[in-house]
C-alpha cells in the first residue's frame, strides 16, 4: 500500500502515527503536500463525512479521525505554505453571543477545515461586531454562526444585521446551525444556508462557494 492510501486508511481507522509514518516518508519519498492533501486527506474526511451521514460514524469516530488527520496536516502544513498552495477558502467560525456550547461548532471546524478551508475560530459568546472584525481582517469567504440555545438564536440575526451595516454582507456567505436551528429560521434571516450537522456543514461551504 502506497503512502497516500496509508494516510487515507489511517485517517478513516483514526490511526494517528500511521498518518504521521505515511506524511513524513511520503515527503521524503517526493510526493508534494498538495497531492497528499488533495488526493489522501481530503478525500478521508469526505468519506468520514459520508460514514457520518449514513449512520455508520458518530461522534467519537468522527474525532479520532480528525485527530488523524491534524497530526499529518501539522506536518504538510510548513510545506504548503512554502509551496504556496493556498486554502479553498477561509470560513471565520463561532458560538453567538451569549451562548457558550462549543461541542458542535468544534465538529464543524473539523469537517470544514478537512475539506481544504483555513478556519479562523472565534470560539463562543462571540459578539456581531467581533464577527464583523474577523471579516474584513481575515477577508472570510463564509461564516458559520452556531447556536445551541433558542433564546441566543436571535444573535445570528443580529450578526447578519451587523454585517449588512458594515457592508460587508454581500463579500461573505453566512451559514448557520446549531439544535433549535432549521432552514426555516435560515430563511428568515437571511442566511445563506443552514446545517443539520458537521458534515452538512462541510458540504453546503463548499456548494456555496462553488467547489462541489
Given at each position: 500500500?502506497?503512502?497516500?492510501?496509508?494516510?487515507?486508511?489511517?485517517?478513516?481507522?483514526?490511526?494517528?502515527?500511521?498518518?504521521?509514518?505515511?506524511?513524513?516518508?511520503?515527503?521524503?519519498?517526493?510526493?508534494?503536500?498538495?497531492?497528499?492533501?488533495?488526493?489522501?486527506?481530503?478525500?478521508?474526511?469526505?468519506?468520514?463525512?459520508?460514514?457520518?451521514?449514513?449512520?455508520?460514524?458518530?461522534?467519537?469516530?468522527?474525532?479520532?479521525?480528525?485527530?488523524?488527520?491534524?497530526?499529518?496536516?501539522?506536518?504538510?502544513?510548513?510545506?504548503?505554505?512554502?509551496?504556496?498552495?493556498?486554502?479553498?477558502?477561509?470560513?471565520?467560525?463561532?458560538?453567538?453571543?451569549?451562548?457558550?456550547?462549543?461541542?458542535?461548532?468544534?465538529?464543524?471546524?473539523?469537517?470544514?477545515?478537512?475539506?481544504?478551508?483555513?478556519?479562523?475560530?472565534?470560539?463562543v459568546d462571540v459578539s456581531p461586531e467581533?464577527?464583523?472584525?474577523?471579516?474584513?481582517?481575515?477577508?472570510?469567504?463564509?461564516?458559520?454562526?452556531?447556536?445551541?440555545?433558542?433564546?441566543?438564536?436571535?444573535?445570528?440575526?443580529?450578526?447578519?444585521?451587523?454585517?449588512?451595516?458594515?457592508?460587508?454582507?454581500?463579500?461573505?456567505?453566512?451559514?448557520?446551525?446549531?439544535?433549535?436551528?432549521?432552514?426555516?429560521?435560515?430563511?428568515?434571516?437571511?442566511?445563506?444556508?443552514?446545517?443539520?450537522?458537521?458534515?452538512?456543514?462541510?458540504?453546503?461551504?463548499?456548494?456555496?462557494?462553488?467547489l462541489s
Amino acid at each position: 500500500m502506497g503512502y497516500k492510501e496509508t494516510i487515507y486508511e489511517g485517517i478513516l481507522k483514526g490511526d494517528m502515527r500511521a498518518v504521521e509514518d505515511a506524511t513524513k516518508k511520503g515527503l521524503e519519498e517526493g510526493i508534494s503536500a498538495g497531492e497528499l492533501l488533495n488526493e489522501a486527506m481530503i478525500p478521508a474526511m469526505a468519506e468520514v463525512g459520508r460514514l457520518f451521514e449514513a449512520n455508520e460514524y458518530y461522534v467519537p469516530e468522527m474525532l479520532i479521525a480528525a485527530r488523524a488527520m491534524k497530526a499529518g496536516l501539522a506536518i504538510l502544513r510548513p510545506e504548503l505554505v512554502a509551496s504556496g498552495v493556498e486554502p479553498k477558502g477561509k470560513v471565520v467560525l463561532g458560538t453567538v453571543k451569549g451562548d457558550l456550547h462549543d461541542i458542535g461548532k468544534n465538529l464543524v471546524g473539523i469537517m470544514i477545515e478537512g475539506a481544504g478551508f483555513e478556519i479562523i475560530d472565534l470560539g463562543v459568546d462571540v459578539s456581531p461586531e467581533d464577527f464583523v472584525k474577523a471579516v474584513r481582517e481575515h477577508k472570510a469567504d463564509v461564516v458559520g454562526l452556531s447556536a445551541l440555545l433558542t433564546t441566543t438564536m436571535p444573535s445570528m440575526k443580529s450578526t447578519i444585521e451587523a454585517l449588512q451595516e458594515a457592508g460587508i454582507r454581500d463579500q461573505v456567505k453566512v451559514i448557520i446551525g446549531g439544535a433549535p436551528v432549521t432552514q426555516k429560521y435560515a430563511d428568515e434571516i437571511g442566511a445563506d444556508g443552514y446545517g443539520r450537522d458537521a458534515a452538512a456543514a462541510a458540504t453546503l461551504t463548499k456548494k456555496l462557494l462553488g467547489l462541489s
